[in-house]
């Protein structure tokens, strides 16, 4: 079982910043990849960025392309989205999750933290 717990989140003003974290532990498995989901009240959840460590490809939103930085810590335990410049549209809960079958299109994702909230306040 994996074990991911996110934090970071909070009230924010507009054009503002947050980092996220993302906590992983329990048992590990080959899948390299990592991504972090959002969801906003009445909205589906999205894909916000995703990463495989194992090429260093990466994928963003759109809507964040640009103002997010998915990365990870040296001992591989930590996983954080920065956010810059954000905007009230950012308000939303955000997730980070894996899976053995993870993709960058954000399919097959099956371990999932318990979110962290975001509100930017404008």
């Known amino acids: 079982q994996v074990q991911l717990v996110e934090s970071g989140g909070g009230l924010v003003q507009a054009g503002g910043s947050l980092r996220l974290a993302c906590i992983v532990s329990g048992r590990t498995f080959s899948s390299s990849v990592m991504g972090w989901f959002r969801q906003a009240p009445g909205k589906e959840r999205e894909l916000v960025a995703a990463?495989?460590?194992?090429?260093?490809?990466?994928t963003y939103a759109d809507s964040v392309k640009g103002r997010s930085t998915i990365s990870r810590s040296g001992d591989k335990k930590t996983m954080y989205l920065q956010m810059n410049s954000l905007k009230s549209e950012d308000t939303a809960v955000y997730y980070c999750?894996?899976?053995?079958?993870?993709?960058?299109?954000?399919?097959?994702?099956?371990?999932w933290g318990q979110g962290t909230q975001v509100t930017v306040s404008s």
């Open positions: 990463k495989d460590w194992s090429d260093f490809s990466t």
């Open positions: 999750a894996t899976g053995p079958d993870a993709t960058l299109a954000g399919r097959g994702y099956y371990y």
